[in-house]
DNA sequence: GTAGGATCTAGAGTCGACTCTAGATCAAGT
DNA sequence: ACTTGATCTAGAGTCGACTCTAGATCCTAC
């Protein structure tokens, strides 16, 4: 009944998250984390749920192209407490309006690569239909 | 009448492309052009029209995450000239497979964005509404 | 004929985001 | 006691795609 955070090591983090431990020794470095990762005995690092949530929302954002630096500052913002949601918000924003421009721009760029792919449909079952050429 | 395509610089191509001097000779060396630019007096490139369609369709493929190499070989494909199209649209489908999919990633991380920008408008809204806090 | 600007080549440098290495320490099993 | 495997730190290396530099050459306009 008192199952607080399970506690997970480095490696357990790594096969939940799929990030390897680099990266999540990396992140740390960086500044990623929101709270600083809390060490074991023999000064090894000891995760709670509440840390493999935080990194897979990092994982998501970083995956839509925020880069670290702003991952870095969102963090900070988080890491401060309550008070900064304004600028959490426009944080957010601004990256929101960067993903959807990317979605928009690869949209575009599907139709032509499926247009070209419909050309070379009909070029290949032409020929194939075609033995003499 | 006789007006056959004009014959463009480097930098011409480079405005017209938005692509710079540096990387249109990049490109060159890393056989992305399907026919080796041709050379004015004093060895100065001249590009065509053609050029410069064949560099907006690279730049699609490259803006929708198409690696160099694979650039190149459909590259290869179409110096070759007819005969291979069955290997191009291969080439154009594995393409097509992966810019799909990773605009159905892009979709589900903006959701989430989206989500949470939700949230933080609503307290924002709130503590705004709320000077007592 | 000379100054300015575009172009040439070869090759070095940059940037972001990891990834890997070396050498040490530690925990668990036999 | 010993081996195995996970973890630690600091720092070096990698990869892709350009970007920039240096030094030379070449047109154009004055």
Redesign the interface.
């Known amino acids: 009944m008192t199952e607080v955070t399970p506690n997970l090591s480095i490696g357990q983090v790594a096969e939940r998250t799929g990030l390897s431990v680099h990266a999540l020794r990396f992140y740390e470095r960086e500044g990623i984390m929101f709270s600083p990762v809390r060490r074991g005995p023999g000064g090894r690092r000891v995760y709670s749920e509440d840390d493999v949530e935080w990194l897979t ?1 990092c994982i ?2 970083r ?2 192209g925020m880069p670290l630096p702003a991952l870095r500052q969102y963090t900070e913002l988080v890491r401060q407490g309550e008070g900064n ?2 600028e ?2 426009e944080l ?2 601004l ?2 309006t960067r ?2 421009a ?2 928009a ?6 139709d ?3 247009f ?2 419909g050309v ?2 009909d ?2 079952a032409h ?1 194939a239909a075609d033995p003499a050429r």
């Open positions: 929302l998501i954002l995956a839509s949601e304004d959490r918000l957010l924003r990256h929101q993903v959807t990317q979605l721009e690869l949209g575009r760029c599907l032509l690569i499926n070209k792919v070379y449909e070029i290949v020929t």
